[in-house]
């Protein structure tokens, strides 16, 4: 197990998986007067760094996963973030000194009521919940995460979309000299990506500000990302400015630059291979030498929840 140091982190707050699961436990226990003391100091919470506290945790959602979460240092060190540089391990180290406030979320498009919001009110307004999902990636593998996060669907409802809001279309930040990797053309910037409307309002998919019940690692997104747990990882765009809704299908950044390879859809679909590779398998992440394998999941385990949203859909075609 790797202990981070001690000036990120004390040593009695040493995350591991099985601490995790005594601290949910813990906190349940005494969960109405860990919710009190939440409330109360919140709003400073929020404007904190990566490694506060964020309100949520431990309390269980139904459409968590009953799984062990990956250790928090592979979630958070083995990370795709092109912003900060392609390798694994390049998002943890390049973006420590990335500035998440201010920060501003504009919400524009097919919406009665645009508005750009400043992230910590944006996010004091939020009922924040953990949802334990496993993230996807389209090179084949996978990890569980304890995410701390709200419900898109119903944040959206309150910008009141129109009847032509048929598509959501999210924006990462651009700024190339903080985020060194959109200075090399690896991808058209800013990186987008987008969901049709129904795949917006589904009650699976949320805004991520958190993990493991702390404000979300720079590495992984901040301040805000979203989660598509049904859909392959790089759906889950990082670091929002925009959330636009839209009459057409938005551009996403990989269908732009490799259409074959990925769809707009990209639901988890162990039949519909990668040209280059099979989805059939999965490696466990955190899952040690012995480089554990499992059989990949229709909709990533979400079929029961997800599957009638494409009823009718060559997922062959629609890939
Ligand atoms: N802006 C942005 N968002 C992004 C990416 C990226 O390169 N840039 N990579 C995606 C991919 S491919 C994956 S698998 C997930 C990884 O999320 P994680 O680092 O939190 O595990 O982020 C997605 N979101
Ligand atoms: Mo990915």
Known sequence: MLIRT?????????TDRSLFRRRRQLIKASALGALASFGLSFPELARADAGSKLPGFGKDSPYSINEEPTDFE??????????FGTGKSDPAENAKGFKTRPWTL?????????????????????????????????????????????????????FNPTSKAKFVEFTTLFDPGQMPG?????????????????????????????????????????????????KYGFKSIKSIVR????????????????????GFYANVNPEV??????????????????SLKRDTEL?????????????????????
């Open 6 to 14: 001690k000036k990120e982190i004390p040593a009695s707050e040493v």
């Open 74 to 83: 592979d979630v958070t060190r083995y990370n795709n973030f092109y912003e």
């Open 106 to 158: 504009a919400i524009e498009g097919e919406v009665e009521k645009p508005g750009v919001l400043d992230i910590d009110q944006l996010i004091s307004g939020q009922n924040l919940e953990e949802r334990i999902y496993r993230l996807r990636c389209v090179e084949a593998w996978s990890m569980v995460v304890p995410w701390v996060g709200f419900s898109l669907g119903g944040f959206l409802k309150q």
């Open 182 to 230: 959109q200075q090399i053309s690896v991808l058209e910037w800013p990186y987008v990506e987008g969901l049709r409307i129904d795949e917006a309002m589904h009650p699976l998919t949320i805004l991520a500000v958190g993990l493991y019940g702390e404000v979300l690692p720079n590495q992984n997104g901040a301040p805000l990302r979203l989660v598509v747990p049904w």
């Open 243 to 262: 959330i636009r809704l839209t009459e057409d299908m938005p551009h996403t950044s990989w269908n732009l630059s490799a259409p074959d390879e990925y």
């Open 273 to 290: 291979p990668h040209p280059r590779w099979s989805q059939k398998r999965e490696r466990v992440i955190g899952g040690g030498l012995f």
């Open 299 to 319: 909709f990533n385990g979400y079929a029961e929840q997800v599957a009638h949203l494409y009823q009718g859909m060559d997922l062959n075609r629609n890939f």
